[in-house]
């Protein structure tokens, strides 16, 4: 909009007279301030003044023109009010006494209603103030109250809940009255309250701390009872309900919280408003540093633990106790523990739980002692599963621990079967009774019914050992079983199991200890049959022992992959090395015959008779033979094993006899032997050939046992009609009558033959018949060496 002095500026520039009447339309207008419009009509032009002047008085002259005629239009109206008036004035006055007179009336009757009032005033005042103060009052008491509350706790050592009792005060009670004094006091005041509630929690804490480091074992203690308590106990039920065996038995149910109120009664009877907060990060790296030290120092075994199950239960219940208190600390607080904080502490203590336990059980020698450590594995196991603790690498443990427990199961029972070997007398039962015989067959499945129709008494084929190793093995078995109980697998495997525990316990232990006895210096021939026939019938009760294994697992034996006991090959072997020691030892003893030799070699004549060490080894092994033939034999069975091991026996003796007396007569040291002692060596090969023909052994056919000899009788038969002209033409064919003599053997009897025949005929010379005798040996021992001669170059 344009200014006042802008449009007086232009309304100068049209005709002045216009212009001073548009000035003076502004100023009647009483637009303020006028300044601007009066200083354009000064300024513009000349004697503007003036006219302007001379313009204004004609105004004012036509506004007293105006004004003249409206009062002179209105004056006769005034003068009739005036008139009016004064009528009224005596009315008026009259009007003022009697209004003066009421006033005073009211007045006078008002004062009590005034003082009245102002009471009423003064009590509405009062109402009103007490309204503000209880409304004051009211926002003040929950903040005394809560101070209050929190004297109170700090008085009774509820240190959580005045912390708590603090925080509210600052953030919800404090800021409704900060105004007033004793709210600024309390607030003062709480800075030392909460580091008194510090240096008190701090100082709890470390009581706390020190109280379940005392009690862990306690805890522990208690918890694992409750465990196995409550395992007995589902266990129990599950068989009520006819659970089968082999099912896993285990409820995975967390051990409910009232539990650990009742554990941790027995460590501290503080309330758990002691694990203070205070400066909560301060307090919770306190916390896990020591609990981490006290991990640490629970952790670390006892030198000897190994040696008494009390060891292992003493580091199981303070490990169990440490990490029941983790699990209630971290279901009661808010933030001293977390659960990444759990699971991380219980891994580090896992693998040292499991290095300590694979180090010590490593010593444990007692299959007793490492059952006892099983059951205790389990339980500790259990107990910490059941407090969300992850324990499948303690499983994974126990498959190890097993194998050692069958160790020391191998172990305990090689000194068993010892034992049992040692207490044997290696003779047939016995039977005078049908309860002896009943009580028998009742612990060893033994079968035979041509024996059950013999009377009594009468004897079993198999010696005491036989029942007692049959019993121990199934001792071994459900041993063997006890491992295998808890260990949450199903009954395949655990048939596995004990079918590879017990063919270890038949292939090693067994087998071991059966070579053992066969090797003993005190085990006779007589013995050694009698182990014979005690393997066979221990190879037939092995199918018994399936069947035993069988009935425990309900794994039927057809069942796919189902482990095979390996009984046929253990006793096998153990009856061809007790085959074999009894071939050895009947060798040994013909060696010692043997060596009682004492042949003179340079005789002219023979004495007529056989040698006398020879009849004795002869009259020996008839009696040995004899023997073997005569040993009971119930059946067939036993009749064609005695039968076989004597003829093998005899065959084996009859031919190292013969290979004896062979390496006698070829020995280097034996430089020279003369033909009378060639004659008697013959007489003793006639007793040896007479004895195989004699039958000792029946079950030969024809000449079957004579052929042991035949090497000796041809080389003796050679030398004997010395018959070298044949033996030299008939060499190599083989309708030989010689065929068996070979010509190196031939050639060193000979040369013993030649020296001898130069040293005892010094006059031989002088006589025709021994010059041609020793030019004939002369001519053989030539044709001879040509001949082994021809032979090495051949080959």
Not at 650 to 657: D, E, I, N, V, W
Not at 693 to 699: I, K, L, R
Request: aromatic share 10%.
């Amino acid at each position: 909009m344009m200014s006042a002095a802008g449009k007086s500026g232009a309304m100068l520039e049209e005709d002045p007279d216009q212009t001073y009447e548009n000035v003076l339309a502004e100023i009647q207008s009483f637009e303020l301030p006028i300044e601007a419009t009066l200083r354009s009509v000064y300024d513009d032009q000349p004697n503007a003044h003036k006219k302007f002047m001379e313009k204004l008085d004609a105004c004012i002259r036509n506004h007293d023109k105006e004004i003249e005629k409206m009062c002179n239009f209105h004056h006769q109206g005034f003068v009739d009010a005036i008139t009016e008036l004064l009528k009224v004035r005596t009315d008026a006055e009259k009007l003022k006494v009697q209004v003066t007179d009421t006033n005073r009336r009211f007045q006078d009757a008002g004062k009590e209603v005034i003082v009245q009032t102002e009471d009423i005033i003064r009590c509405r005042i009062q109402q009103r103030n007490i309204t503000t103060v209880v409304e004051k009052l009211q926002l003040c008491l929950p903040v005394l109250e809560m101070y209050s509350k929190l004297k109170e706790q700090m008085s009774t050592k509820r240190y959580y809940s005045a912390l708590k009792t603090m925080e509210q005060l600052e953030n919800v009670y404090f800021p409704r009255v900060s105004q007033y004094r004793f709210c600024q006091l309390m607030i003062e005041n709480l800075p030392k309250l909460r580091e008194d509630i510090k240096e008190i929690s701090m100082s709890d804490l470390k009581d706390f701390l020190e109280s379940i480091r005392k009690h862990s074992d306690k805890i522990g203690e208690t918890a694992m009872k409750q465990a196995q308590q409550q395992k007995i106990f589902t266990v129990t039920l599950q068989k009520q309900n006819n659970v089968k065996f082999g099912k896993t038995m285990y409820i995975n149910d967390r051990i409910p919280e009232e539990r650990n109120e009742i554990v941790l009664k027995h460590a501290f009877e503080e309330e758990d408003e002691n694990e203070e907060e205070g400066d909560e990060e301060t307090f919770e790296n306190y916390y896990r540093k020591q609990r981490k030290k006290q991990a640490r120092l629970v952790l670390q075994p006892q030198s000897n633990m190994h040696e008494t199950v009390d060891g292992y239960r003493r580091y199981f219940t303070q490990i169990v106790g440490f990490f029941v208190v983790e699990d209630h600390i971290l279901h009661v607080t808010q933030g001293l523990v977390t659960r990444a904080y759990t699971d991380e502490l219980w891994n580090m203590a896992l693998s040292k739980i499991i290095a300590v336990l694979r180090a010590h059980s490593s010593y444990c020698t007692d299959p007793d002692l490492v059952l006892e450590l099983k059951n205790l594995i389990v339980i500790f196991a259990d107990t910490l599963q059941g407090y969300g603790f992850p324990v499948n690498r303690l499983f994974d443990l126990l498959f190890e621990i097993r194998d050692q427990y069958n160790e020391t199961l191998l172990k305990k029972w090689a000194g068993v079967f010892r034992d049992i070997f040692e207490e044997d007398n290696y003779s047939p039962i016995p039977i005078v009774s049908e309860e002896e015989y009943r009580a028998i067959i009742s612990k060893f499945p033994f079968q035979d019914p041509d024996l059950e129709k013999q009377p009594f008494p009468k004897k079993l084929p198999m010696s005491q050992s036989v029942p007692h190793i049959y019993i121990q093995v199934k001792e071994f078995i459900y041993a063997s079983l006890k491992f295998s109980e808890s260990l949450h697998r199903s009954s395949t495997e655990i048939d596995d199991m004990l079918r590879k525990s017990t063919n270890l316990l038949l292939t090693r232990t067994l087998s071991s200890c059966l070579l053992n006895l066969i090797k003993k210096p005190h085990i006779g021939l007589t013995e050694l049959v009698q182990i014979i026939i005690n393997t066979t019938h221990l190879e037939q009760a092995c199918k018994y022992l399936e069947d035993f294994i069988t009935n425990i697992t309900n794994i039927s034996q057809e069942t796919v992959h189902t482990t095979r006991l390996y009984g046929l090959s253990t006793f096998k072997d153990a009856r061809h090395a007790a085959e074999g020691e009894i071939y050895t030892k009947l060798n040994q003893k013909i060696d010692e015959f043997v060596q009682l030799a004492d042949y003179d070699w340079t005789m002219s004549e023979p004495d007529g008779r056989a040698s006398g060490y020879l009849m004795d080894l002869i009259n020996f092994l008839r009696s040995i033979f004899q023997v073997f033939t005569h040993l009971p034999t119930n059946s067939s069975d036993h009749a064609a094993m005695s039968g076989k091991v004597a003829q093998t026996a005899c065959m084996s003796a009859c031919q190292h006899l013969s290979t004896s007396l062979m390496q006698m007569l070829l020995d280097s040291e034996l430089k020279q032997i003369s033909m009378g002692a060639v004659q008697q060596f013959n007489l003793d090969v006639i007793q040896c050939e007479l004895f195989a023909s004699s039958e000792p052994v029946p079950g030969f056919q024809g000449d079957t046992l004579q052929l042991a000899f035949i090497d000796l009788r041809q080389l003796l038969d050679l030398f004997m009609v010395w018959d070298w002209s044949t033996y030299l033409a008939d060499y190599g064919q083989p309708a030989s009558k010689y065929l068996r003599v070979n010509p190196n053997t031939a050639l060193t009897l000979l040369e013993k033959m030649k020296d001898t025949s130069k040293k005892n005929n010094i006059f031989a010379q002088f006589r025709k018949n021994d010059r041609d005798k020793q030019k004939l040996i002369e001519t053989v021992v030539k044709q001879l060496r040509s001949l082994v001669n021809g032979m090495s170059q051949h080959t």
